[in-house]
């Protein structure tokens, strides 16, 4: 089973996710990604977008900015409570506690999104009924009350560094669907963009998370993918169901297993939304079922509200019907980071081949960050390395190959396996016509699955491969 200390370790052994910062002692939940973090954070970003945007002609893509004008976050409800969290702080180790969590770990109480006054008069109700309420770092009953605390990353911009006041604070984005809003009038007026239609963006947000642990499910910068789909009032449901669906078969399409995901539906909602649920997967690294992606109905909230904070009307005139109305918005917020747990935790397994364990990564070919290996069988002779050279030269057109010539076959194999790469080529004396000259300008193609391997012309490796690699 994949443990958290496992995936971790394969991540930095492989290039895949760095902790930050880390000559410098790290730098609480923030990671960088490495090499192949990057190949499959964007191979996952590239489906998502393909899926959104591509084949979509009702859906355009955005690359708003992270600073935004500072009044748009008291309009969206992000300054006030709307983005408050409950922090309960420990008296004897200092530890940050989010109340919602120690409630629903400790005592099964769902007090998501609950006002401050509620959970304290829940925690003071369990010390009453004798039931300890303690600290999950050091065990200590001495705990602080809940307060409340703004998820809301704060910054200033072209003012004196110190001078962090109240006029010229600035935010960096805590979600990027504020960013489409804002230029929702642009689309409209450019885009020739008819109701219903929607707006996709990839970027980085940024929240100051109580508790961010837990690797990269949560985490203070992180990158989401956004749609917010704009309809006509009283539309709202269809098109909510039809992206539930869409997206839940996205996960399947790519090759994320049934039993791994689940629905999760939301009795208590944000401030924004009108119905909310949450396309779960079962993390089992860190403990399970766990929320990796969000789809809410958010009526016409966030324009009406850009509308009273700014005084520029945010509607949309059907010219079919003659009506003039605030669109409402049915969207879908999906994480990127925890795109990249889910796939990965989806697609390790351990095996047993020979009586050696074998790790490896079973991605979609379209997931995975390496799609072909180039092993020349040995470092020399010069002839060999060339011939493979020529290979990699002429796949690495179409696709992200890795070359690799140092140690044996076998542990290059095993390499390939653990970073997910679907196919190996392996480029031998007889390829070079040093040995059986029938098998000259032929090399060995072996499968990632099955292991299998066939011994096929080099010129028809592009078609062999487009066959089975998709696009
Ligand atoms: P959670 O309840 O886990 O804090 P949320 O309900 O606040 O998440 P949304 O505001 O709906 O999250 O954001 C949409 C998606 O963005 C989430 O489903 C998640 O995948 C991702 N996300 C949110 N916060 C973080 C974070 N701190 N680190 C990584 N991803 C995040």
Redo the contacts with the bound molecule.
Sequence with gaps: MLTLDKLTSLCKRRGFIYPSSEIYDGFGAIYDYGPLGIELKNNIAKAWWKSMVQLRRDIVGLDSAIFMHPQVWVASGHTGAGFDEALIECRGCHNRIRADFLLMDKFGIDA?KAPIDEINKILKDLRSQGKKVTCENCGSSDLAEAKRFNLLVKSNLGSPTDALSEENVVYLRA?TCQGIYLNYKNIVDTMRVKIPFGVAQIGK?F?N?IV?RQF?????E?E?M?MQYFVKPGDDDKYFEELKKLRYNWYLEYGISKENLKWHEHEKL?HYASAAY?IEYNFTAIGGF?????I?ARGDWDLSQHTKHSGVKLDYFDEATNERFTPHVVET???L??NVLAFMSDAYCEEEVDGEQRVVLKFDPRIAPMKVAILPLQKKPEALIEKSDEIWQNLAKNWMCDFDVAGSIGKRYRRQDEIGTPFCVTIDFDTIGQGDKKLKDTVTIRERDSMKQERIKIKDLVEYLEERLGD
Excluded: P, V
């Excluded at 766990?290 to 969000?294: R, T, V």
């Design positions: 998501d979600e947000s929240r998370e961010a990269i499910f949560r985490t203070r992180f989401q956004e944000a949450d766990k929320e990796l992606e969000g809410h917020a999906a994480g980071n925890r």
